[in-house]
């Protein structure tokens, strides 16, 4: 599968991953629905550092979509918030 | 996969393939397209130069504090070593308030240095996409049928397109944060200005002005521990060449 950090790059990322990745994220949802900080920065660096450990980084000449589209990796906990409620990181 | 990447990236992805849609226009031909993409290209150049111009003046205001606090530490001294304890500590608050700034700025340069490298290297694997997208065209052009071209074709331009929605998020961050620089940038020119990090002998008329908004910026303690930290180098009886004493221990 397919995965771009936002404002990084590319990460071909093996299927066993997956159940792993999707823990992570809810972990992070659940972080940001409860304004935790600490937890927040910890489950989403983690996220981060699985898909970066175990992707192939996509070379840059590589036309192919990402499946999947996590935001950059300097996301503030504030803009977190922002993804479900207000305009987000790219403006609609 | 039902659920991949949960509702957190999902979001964004849902964003992109919105951009991607509208951009998308089925008339477009593939010449017209590359061309789009080469302008948009040059845009991104432009605002990596506007990054990279606002971090000169940061660096360059870095510069003119560092001056400042040197010369402010000496006059401090001098200052004390005539007696003058007042002149001193007007320049030793000086110095604390130009020091203060310094390490915001320090901080702040460092971030839009980050940023820059980000939107650079976003840049290049853009460009790099491009060119990718130039050469697919062309065998596009050459070898498919009109039919299988589209598809050919649209698979492509979505790689590209994300990677422009990508070099845009960048640039939107780099923005933010520059437009935060720059409203620090003006108030410390503002501080230059008023002659706060100015020679402190050479003080006008405005000074007492001066002096009072300094003493809410500074902490007098800070000065007074600085203060008593250079009497006491100055003041120490020491034998032998005054200064040299512990620097000579270490040749």
Redesign the interface.
């Known amino acids: ?1 397919i995965v ?1 950090i ?4 590319q990460y071909d990322l093996p299927d066993d991953v ?1 159940d792993r ?2 823990e992570l ?2 972990a ?2 659940t972080a ?1 629905e409860a304004a935790d900080e600490a937890a927040f920065a910890s489950a989403y660096a983690e996220l981060l550092g699985l898909v970066r450990a175990r992707g192939t980084p996509l070379g ?13 990796p ?1 996301l503030t906990l504030a803009e ?1 918030g922002e ?2 409620t207000g305009e ?3 403006p ?1 | 996969m039902p659920g991949i990447g949960g509702r957190f990236s999902t979001v964004i992805k849902a964003k992109i393939s919105k951009l991607l849609d509208r951009a998308e226009d089925p008339g477009e031909t593939l010449d017209y397209s590359y061309n789009k993409q080469l302008e948009l290209l040059q845009n991104v150049k432009k605002g990596i130069a506007e990054v990279v111009t606002s971090k000169k003046r940061l660096q360059m205001q870095q510069d003119r504090l560092q001056q400042s606090v040197v010369k402010l530490d000496t006059q401090a001294r001098q200052a004390l070593a005539a007696g003058n304890e007042d002149l001193a500590r007007a320049a030793l608050e000086r110095k604390q308030l130009a020091q203060n700034e310094l390490q915001s700025l320090d901080q702040q340069v460092s971030e839009l240095q980050d940023q820059q490298e980000k939107l650079t290297s976003s840049e290049q694997k853009l460009r790099t996409k491009i060119e990718a997208f130039r050469t697919k065209k062309e065998v596009v052009k050459a070898q498919y049928s009109a039919a299988e071209a589209q598809v050919q074709i649209s698979e492509a331009a979505t790689g590209v397109g994300e990677q422009m929605a990508d070099v845009g998020l960048a640039m939107q961050r780099a923005m933010d944060k520059t437009e935060q620089m720059r409203a620090r940038a003006s108030a410390v020119e503002e501080l230059e200005a008023a002659g706060t990090f100015e020679d402190v002998t050479a003080l006008g008329p405005g000074e007492d002005d001066i002096d009072r908004q300094l003493k809410q910026l500074t902490s007098d303690s800070q000065v007074d521990t600085e203060l008593a930290k250079m009497k006491a180098e100055l003041g120490s009886p020491s034998s032998g060449s005054a200064g040299q004493i512990e620097g000579g221990e270490s040749s």
């Open positions: 599968m771009r936002s404002t990084e790059g997956i990745l999707n994220d809810n992070t949802v940001v840059d000449d590589a036309l192919a979509g990402s499946e999947l589209i996590l935001p950059p300097d977190a993804q479900f987000g990181l790219l609609d």
